[in-house]
């Protein structure tokens, strides 16, 4: 029995898609929100004979993963975010590359030839990958009429991985993974009337002009911080509007901090874009925090390590 194991967002079950898209399998989907990426623990390794891993910290998978080597079960693993020392096993296959200007559907690309190179533009331009997207969309000849609707379409499928759980989300990770396998060409799905690009546009930007109210607790000429109040929609815009926020003010870093039912505060963390370092290293010094370069996140960071938060970010930044 096959597993693919995929983190929830645009990079996730994108990359998947341009593997199942090219190699077609049988397999049982494992998958969830965004934050949720301690996946490979659910992989039965009494069952599993193979087992395919996307866009998920090696790093936090690792006892699971070594569990999987040791009982001769085959991984293929395709990263982008902190590995940790990766284990030395016949049995795996690891493609793993921490640059701040790649993510896990660049990868797949790469290993595909380019087969779906659309989807790989439009994950790239999900995960904030701009200037990796356009230059691969202009290597396809894309207008720039086309770039803006994989952009958009990008954006759209991102921000429905967001949440505290699925329940906070409008379509499931796997249902949207499996919706999507019928669309070799993004663009079908574009043009489509009713498809689920203009429902989850409708979503997205009726949460977004929510998230234009929100709070200013902190800003600096290195950093911003803002606050979201403890709501389904603000769960789901915390990344995206994380992004937003980087893309138009591109020299300093920004945080979305949304209120968690405890009173502690989800994290979403995005370095400056002319400086894209550091931010998986500064929440990764947070308990349940992590992520890459670029973008991190912290789950639940109490109000009163707030302040040791903004100092270590701003002095990162300086």
């Known amino acids: 029995m096959h597993y693919d194991v995929f983190n929830g967002d645009a990079d996730g079950i994108l990359a998947l898609l341009q593997l199942r898209l090219a190699e077609p399998r049988k397999s049982t989907l494992i998958t969830g929100v965004k934050r949720d990426i301690e996946l490979l623990q659910q992989v039965p390794s009494t069952i599993a004979s193979s087992v395919t891993v996307l866009d998920i910290s090696m790093e936090k998978n690792l006892e699971p993963l070594n569990t999987l080597l040791t009982n001769n079960i085959d991984v293929f693993y395709v990263d982008h975010h902190r590995s940790g020392d990766i284990p030395n096993s016949d049995k795996l296959t690891a493609i793993i590359n921490t640059d701040a200007n790649i993510c896990t559907s660049l990868l797949v690309n790469q290993y595909l030839g380019g087969k779906f190179a659309l989807w790989a533009i439009v994950a790239a331009f999900g995960d904030n990958m ?29 921000y429905n991985g967001y949440g505290r759980t699925v329940v906070d989300l409008h379509i499931h990770p796997r249902q949207l993974f499996q919706t999507l396998l019928a669309y070799p060409d993004p663009f079908t799905l574009i043009a489509e009337p009713g498809s689920l690009y203009t429902q989850l546009e409708r979503a997205y930007l009726a949460d977004m002009k929510l998230a234009n109210n929100a709070k200013t607790l902190f800003e600096s000429s290195e950093l911003q911080v803002l606050e979201l109040e403890n709501a389904a929609w603000s769960r789901r815009v915390s990344g995206v509007f994380g992004n937003e926020l980087a893309n138009k003010s591109p020299e300093k870093a920004h945080a979305v901090l949304t209120l968690n039912s405890d009173n502690s505060y989800l994290v979403s963390l995005r370095a400056p874009l002319k400086n894209k370092q550091g931010a998986g290293d500064i929440c990764a010094q947070f308990e349940t925090g992590g992520g890459r370069a670029g973008a991190a996140g912290i789950n639940r960071l109490p109000q009163e390590k707030l302040g040791n938060f903004i100092d270590l970010v701003s002095k990162y930044y300086q």
């Not at 202009?138 to 991102?158: D, F, P």
């Open 130 to 158: 701009m200037a990796a997207a356009e230059k691969l969309s202009t290597q396809c000849g894309l207008s720039l009429n086309q770039q803006e609707q994989l952009k958009a379409l990008g954006i759209y499928i991102n």
